[in-house]
C-alpha cells in the first residue's frame, strides 16, 4: 500500500445548485432577476443546454459556453453574449442581480476584434 494514492473525491454540490464549468465554484440555482439561472455569476460561464427557450434542455450539445460580450436591450436590460466553445453556437442570456459587476464591466469594456462579432 506505501506509494498508493487514494483517489481524490469529488465535492458534489448542493441540491439547488451546480458547479461552474469554468471556476469551479458552487453556484445556486436561484438568480436575482431572472428566472432559469444559466450561467456562473462570478466567471460568467455557461453549458450549452438550452436551444431555443431558457430552461428547455433541449441542446445536445453540452459544450461550455463562453462570455464574449455584453449587449442592451431596449429597455436598457444587459444581456451576455455566450459563445459555445464546442460548436460555436451563439445564445444572448439574461444577467442576474449577483453577477459580478467588475466582471461584466471588464467584458463590456473589452473590444470585439477578433471575435466572430467582429464589424
Not at 442570456?93 to 464589424?119: E, F, K, V, Y
Amino acid at each position: 500500500m506505501a506509494g498508493q494514492r487514494r483517489p481524490q473525491r469529488r465535492k458534489q454540490p448542493r441540491a439547488g445548485s451546480f458547479r461552474c464549468a469554468g471556476c469551479k465554484a458552487d453556484v445556486s440555482m436561484d438568480a436575482p432577476g431572472t428566472a432559469h439561472r444559466n450561467h456562473c455569476p462570478q466567471c460568467l460561464t455557461s453549458l450549452h443546454l438550452d436551444r431555443r427557450v431558457p430552461g428547455d434542455r433541449d441542446a445536445g450539445c453540452g459544450g461550455r459556453m463562453e462570455a464574449i460580450g455584453v449587449t442592451v436591450k431596449g429597455a436598457g436590460e444587459w444581456m451576455l453574449i455566450h459563445e459555445c466553445r464546442r460548436c460555436g453556437g451563439l445564445a444572448v442570456n439574461r444577467i442576474a442581480g449577483d453577477d459580478n459587476a467588475l466582471t461584466l464591466m471588464r467584458l463590456a469594456m473589452r473590444p470585439l476584434s477578433g471575435s466572430r462579432l467582429s464589424l
